[in-house]
């Protein structure tokens, strides 16, 4: 993983923000630009501690007690979710819904992501709830490139 991480950074330079999922040290090691932590991960203050001040740390979080605590720490954004269905965990936490969105971003001030199920049917309804942006994962496999383009001409 170490590795390809780093085959990632090097090919992309410093033109994206990597975040690395989960693994604070491998954020580090391969020169990621942040680490996002769920509920079942190494806590935000310890992964805060592996990172440093000068990463992104981002938190996931599933309904309002979880954003609200996690809130209080030194989590540069917090991600709400899943908004929608989503096929990519094999245990999903309960959908939150739009209503789910516009609920967080009641209780934070940090960016908000929003993720679960995010596609360009839905995207702009997303951030109209409230999202200041969506991770997407199922509905860039088909076509990366074409579904990339048309995410960014939907929500630019």
Not at 61 to 82: C, F, M, R, V
């Amino acid at each position: 993983m170490l590795e390809q991480a780093r085959e990632l950074r090097r090919r992309l330079g410093q033109t994206v923000r990597l975040i690395l999922d989960d693994r604070a040290d491998l954020a580090v090691a391969s020169g990621f630009d942040g680490v996002h932590v769920g509920q079942d991960d190494l806590s935000p203050d310890a992964a805060r501690k592996v990172i440093g001040n000068n990463l992104w740390l981002g938190v996931s979080t599933h309904n309002p007690e979880q954003l609200k605590e996690a809130d209080q720490t030194s989590a540069d954004y917090l991600a709400i979710g899943p908004v929608f269905l989503t096929a990519s965990k094999k245990k999903p936490d309960p959908v939150v819904g739009l209503e789910g969105v516009r609920r967080a971003r009641q209780h934070t001030r940090k960016p908000l992501v929003a993720i679960g199920g995010i596609t360009r049917l839905n995207c702009r309804a997303v951030i109209e709830a409230g999202a200041d942006s969506v991770a997407v994962i199922s509905d860039l496999v088909p076509e990366p490139r074409k579904s990339a383009e048309e995410f960014l001409r939907i929500l630019g």
